[in-house]
Protein backbone atom coordinates (compact mmCIF):
# COMPACT_ATOMS: atom_id res chain seq x y z
CA UNK A 1 0.00 0.00 0.00
CA UNK A 2 1.16 3.50 -0.54
CA UNK A 3 1.88 5.88 1.87
CA UNK A 4 -0.36 8.64 0.61
CA UNK A 5 -3.00 5.83 0.42
CA UNK A 6 -2.09 4.84 3.96
CA UNK A 7 -2.21 7.72 5.11
CA UNK A 8 -5.85 9.09 3.39
CA UNK A 9 -7.15 5.41 5.46
CA UNK A 10 -5.65 6.58 8.69
CA UNK A 11 -7.69 10.26 8.41
CA UNK A 12 -10.69 8.43 7.45
CA UNK A 13 -10.56 6.64 10.39
CA UNK A 14 -10.17 9.45 12.66
CA UNK A 15 -12.69 11.58 11.28
CA UNK A 16 -15.43 7.86 11.43
CA UNK A 17 -14.05 7.82 15.23
CA UNK A 18 -14.79 11.28 15.54
CA UNK A 19 -18.37 10.92 13.82
CA UNK A 20 -19.47 7.66 15.93
CA UNK A 21 -18.29 10.12 19.31
CA UNK A 22 -20.41 12.67 18.38
CA UNK A 23 -23.30 10.16 17.49
CA UNK A 24 -22.77 8.59 20.76
CA UNK A 25 -23.13 11.69 22.61
CA UNK A 26 -26.33 12.84 20.94
CA UNK A 27 -27.66 9.53 21.47
CA UNK A 28 -27.09 8.80 25.61
CA UNK A 29 -26.87 12.62 26.49
CA UNK A 30 -30.23 13.39 29.13
CA UNK A 31 -31.27 16.46 26.63
CA UNK A 32 -34.16 17.32 28.39
CA UNK A 33 -32.13 17.19 32.22
CA UNK A 34 -29.28 19.08 30.33
CA UNK A 35 -31.72 22.03 29.23
CA UNK A 36 -33.58 21.97 32.54
CA UNK A 37 -30.18 22.28 34.56
CA UNK A 38 -27.52 24.37 31.80
CA UNK A 39 -29.87 26.20 29.83
CA UNK A 40 -33.23 27.36 31.88
CA UNK A 41 -34.53 30.51 29.99
CA UNK A 42 -36.10 31.98 32.88
CA UNK A 43 -32.97 31.90 34.76
CA UNK A 44 -31.46 33.35 32.72
CA UNK A 45 -33.36 36.36 32.10
CA UNK A 46 -32.95 36.66 36.20
CA UNK A 47 -29.44 37.73 35.42
CA UNK A 48 -29.84 40.01 33.22
CA UNK A 49 -28.87 43.02 33.64
CA UNK A 50 -26.99 42.50 36.40
CA UNK A 51 -24.42 40.29 35.10
CA UNK A 52 -23.94 43.06 32.26
CA UNK A 53 -24.06 46.06 34.57
CA UNK A 54 -22.20 44.54 37.67
CA UNK A 55 -20.10 41.61 36.79
CA UNK A 56 -18.82 42.37 33.26
CA UNK A 57 -18.19 45.66 33.70
CA UNK A 58 -16.15 44.81 37.33
CA UNK A 59 -14.51 42.36 35.25
CA UNK A 60 -13.31 45.04 32.79
CA UNK A 61 -12.40 47.23 35.45
CA UNK A 62 -10.64 44.84 37.52
CA UNK A 63 -8.62 43.89 34.48
CA UNK A 64 -7.53 46.88 33.05
CA UNK A 65 -6.59 48.25 36.74
CA UNK A 66 -4.40 44.81 36.79
CA UNK A 67 -2.92 45.19 33.96
CA UNK A 68 -1.56 48.86 33.62
CA UNK A 69 -0.05 48.54 37.05
CA UNK A 70 1.27 45.40 36.40
CA UNK A 71 2.85 47.18 33.04
CA UNK A 72 4.24 50.04 34.79
CA UNK A 73 5.52 47.39 37.62
CA UNK A 74 7.17 45.29 34.80
CA UNK A 75 8.76 47.67 33.25
CA UNK A 76 10.41 48.68 35.93
CA UNK A 77 11.25 45.31 37.06
CA UNK A 78 12.94 44.91 33.55
CA UNK A 79 15.15 47.59 33.83
CA UNK A 80 16.17 46.20 37.19
CA UNK A 81 17.29 43.24 35.71
CA UNK A 82 19.04 44.78 33.27
CA UNK A 83 20.67 47.18 35.33
CA UNK A 84 24.63 47.03 35.53
CA UNK A 85 24.14 48.04 38.89
CA UNK A 86 23.89 44.24 40.87
CA UNK A 87 21.56 45.04 43.87
CA UNK A 88 19.03 46.00 41.24
CA UNK A 89 19.69 42.95 39.52
CA UNK A 90 19.48 40.50 42.31
CA UNK A 91 15.98 42.15 44.03
CA UNK A 92 14.37 42.80 40.26
CA UNK A 93 15.52 38.68 39.66
CA UNK A 94 14.16 37.48 43.55
CA UNK A 95 11.04 39.07 42.60
CA UNK A 96 10.17 37.81 39.59
CA UNK A 97 11.28 34.33 40.41
CA UNK A 98 9.51 34.46 43.46
CA UNK A 99 6.08 35.82 42.50
CA UNK A 100 6.07 33.39 39.21
CA UNK A 101 6.68 30.69 40.98
CA UNK A 102 3.66 31.41 43.13
CA UNK A 103 0.01 30.63 42.48
CA UNK A 104 -1.94 33.54 42.30
CA UNK A 105 -4.69 32.61 44.17
CA UNK A 106 -2.17 32.21 47.27
CA UNK A 107 -0.78 35.50 46.61
CA UNK A 108 -4.08 37.07 46.91
CA UNK A 109 -5.58 34.86 49.69
CA UNK A 110 -2.30 36.70 51.23
CA UNK A 111 -3.03 39.90 50.79
CA UNK A 112 -6.87 39.66 51.38
CA UNK A 113 -5.83 37.69 54.70
CA UNK A 114 -2.56 37.34 56.00
CA UNK A 115 -1.40 41.28 55.09
CA UNK A 116 -4.08 42.77 57.02
CA UNK A 117 -3.67 40.81 60.44
CA UNK A 118 0.23 40.78 59.82
CA UNK A 119 0.34 44.54 60.03
CA UNK A 120 -2.79 45.59 60.82
CA UNK A 121 -3.51 47.37 57.37
CA UNK A 122 -5.60 46.80 54.59
CA UNK A 123 -5.51 48.11 51.39
CA UNK A 124 -7.46 50.69 49.60
CA UNK A 125 -10.92 49.49 48.27
CA UNK A 126 -11.22 46.67 51.08
CA UNK A 127 -11.02 43.30 49.51
CA UNK A 128 -11.25 43.84 46.00
CA UNK A 129 -8.51 45.90 46.51
CA UNK A 130 -6.29 43.45 48.01
CA UNK A 131 -7.49 41.36 45.26
CA UNK A 132 -6.18 43.81 42.63
CA UNK A 133 -3.02 44.21 44.49
CA UNK A 134 -2.00 41.05 44.44
CA UNK A 135 -2.74 40.37 40.88
CA UNK A 136 -0.56 43.44 40.15
CA UNK A 137 1.89 42.20 41.80
CA UNK A 138 2.02 38.91 39.92
CA UNK A 139 1.05 40.33 36.63
CA UNK A 140 3.82 42.29 37.16
CA UNK A 141 6.26 39.43 37.48
CA UNK A 142 5.42 37.63 34.14
CA UNK A 143 4.73 41.10 32.11
CA UNK A 144 8.34 42.00 33.61
CA UNK A 145 10.28 38.76 31.56
CA UNK A 146 7.90 39.61 28.70
CA UNK A 147 9.55 43.19 28.35
CA UNK A 148 13.08 42.49 29.35
CA UNK A 149 12.85 39.50 26.10
CA UNK A 150 11.59 42.31 24.35
CA UNK A 151 14.45 44.53 25.11
CA UNK A 152 16.93 42.37 24.59
CA UNK A 153 15.34 41.17 21.14
CA UNK A 154 15.93 44.82 19.39
CA UNK A 155 18.92 44.77 17.79
CA UNK A 156 22.02 46.17 19.42
CA UNK A 157 22.77 47.95 16.58
CA UNK A 158 20.21 50.39 16.95
CA UNK A 159 21.44 52.04 20.56
CA UNK A 160 24.99 52.07 19.11
CA UNK A 161 24.02 54.30 16.24
CA UNK A 162 21.79 56.41 19.46
CA UNK A 163 24.89 56.68 21.35
CA UNK A 164 26.87 57.56 18.87
CA UNK A 165 24.61 60.71 17.80
CA UNK A 166 25.05 61.44 21.18
CA UNK A 167 22.16 60.61 23.07
CA UNK A 168 21.99 59.88 26.76
CA UNK A 169 21.85 56.15 27.74
CA UNK A 170 18.27 57.04 29.19
CA UNK A 171 17.39 58.75 26.38
CA UNK A 172 18.48 55.82 24.14
CA UNK A 173 16.46 53.50 26.20
CA UNK A 174 13.13 55.73 26.12
CA UNK A 175 13.33 56.88 22.46
CA UNK A 176 14.78 53.88 21.12
CA UNK A 177 14.79 50.62 22.42
CA UNK A 178 11.85 50.34 24.41
CA UNK A 179 9.65 51.65 21.37
CA UNK A 180 11.19 49.11 19.25
CA UNK A 181 10.64 46.70 22.22
CA UNK A 182 6.89 47.07 22.86
CA UNK A 183 6.39 46.48 19.01
CA UNK A 184 7.97 43.22 19.48
CA UNK A 185 6.11 41.84 22.56
CA UNK A 186 3.15 43.13 21.70
CA UNK A 187 1.31 39.81 20.91
CA UNK A 188 2.65 38.06 24.19
CA UNK A 189 1.45 41.27 26.26
CA UNK A 190 -1.60 40.86 24.99
CA UNK A 191 -1.68 37.05 25.19
CA UNK A 192 -0.79 38.19 29.15
CA UNK A 193 -4.07 40.48 29.44
CA UNK A 194 -6.27 37.70 28.28
CA UNK A 195 -4.75 35.82 31.15
CA UNK A 196 -5.35 38.48 33.55
CA UNK A 197 -9.06 38.55 32.67
CA UNK A 198 -9.76 34.88 33.80
CA UNK A 199 -7.12 35.42 36.35
CA UNK A 200 -9.68 38.03 38.01
CA UNK A 201 -11.80 35.32 38.64
CA UNK A 202 -9.48 34.14 41.83
CA UNK A 203 -10.53 37.45 43.34
CA UNK A 204 -14.04 35.52 45.04
CA UNK A 205 -11.23 33.94 47.12
CA UNK A 206 -11.07 37.67 48.53
CA UNK A 207 -15.39 38.05 49.25
CA UNK A 208 -16.38 40.50 47.38
CA UNK A 209 -19.36 42.44 48.60
CA UNK A 210 -22.61 42.60 45.79
CA UNK A 211 -21.58 45.63 43.93
CA UNK A 212 -17.67 44.38 43.50
CA UNK A 213 -18.49 40.85 42.33
CA UNK A 214 -17.05 39.58 39.07
CA UNK A 215 -18.45 37.60 36.93
CA UNK A 216 -17.38 34.07 38.63
CA UNK A 217 -18.35 35.21 41.72
CA UNK A 218 -21.58 36.71 40.09
CA UNK A 219 -22.05 33.03 38.68
CA UNK A 220 -21.39 31.25 41.77
CA UNK A 221 -23.76 33.59 43.97
CA UNK A 222 -26.44 33.26 41.28
CA UNK A 223 -26.17 28.88 41.40
CA UNK A 224 -26.11 29.03 45.51
CA UNK A 225 -29.24 31.27 45.20
CA UNK A 226 -30.95 29.20 42.16
CA UNK A 227 -29.44 25.86 41.79
CA UNK A 228 -29.29 25.87 38.46
CA UNK A 229 -26.26 25.75 36.76
CA UNK A 230 -27.41 28.13 34.06
CA UNK A 231 -25.28 31.26 35.65
CA UNK A 232 -22.19 29.42 34.80
CA UNK A 233 -23.15 29.13 31.61
CA UNK A 234 -23.84 32.73 30.89
CA UNK A 235 -20.68 33.62 32.39
CA UNK A 236 -18.44 31.26 30.41
CA UNK A 237 -20.30 33.14 27.43
CA UNK A 238 -19.56 36.38 28.38
CA UNK A 239 -15.65 35.24 29.45
CA UNK A 240 -15.63 34.30 25.73
CA UNK A 241 -17.32 37.36 24.13
CA UNK A 242 -14.57 39.38 26.00
CA UNK A 243 -11.72 37.22 25.13
CA UNK A 244 -11.88 35.63 21.69
CA UNK A 245 -11.53 39.15 20.16
CA UNK A 246 -8.26 38.98 22.10
CA UNK A 247 -7.09 36.07 20.83
CA UNK A 248 -7.87 36.76 17.41
CA UNK A 249 -5.78 40.17 17.82
CA UNK A 250 -3.22 37.63 19.09
CA UNK A 251 -2.77 35.74 16.13
CA UNK A 252 -3.41 38.54 13.76
CA UNK A 253 -0.53 40.42 15.24
CA UNK A 254 1.60 37.50 15.44
CA UNK A 255 0.72 37.00 11.53
CA UNK A 256 1.69 40.63 11.28
CA UNK A 257 4.90 40.55 12.73
CA UNK A 258 6.22 37.25 11.00
CA UNK A 259 5.35 39.09 7.64
CA UNK A 260 7.61 41.87 8.95
CA UNK A 261 10.31 39.91 9.56
Request: proline share 6%; glycine share 6%; aromatic share 10%.
Amino acid sequence: MKPSTRRRLFQGVLYAIFVLALAAVALLADWEAIGENFFDPEVAREAFPTIITVAVKNTIIYTVIAFAGGLLLGLVLALMKLSPVAPYRWAATAYIELFRGLPALLVIFGFAFAVPIAFNWRPPGGSAGAGLLALIIVSGAYIAETIRAGIQAVPAGQAEAARSLGMSPMWTMISVTLPQAFRIITPPLTNELVILIKDTSLLFIAGMALQDRELTTFARDSVSQTANATPLVLAALMYLIITLPLTQLVAKLERHNQRGR
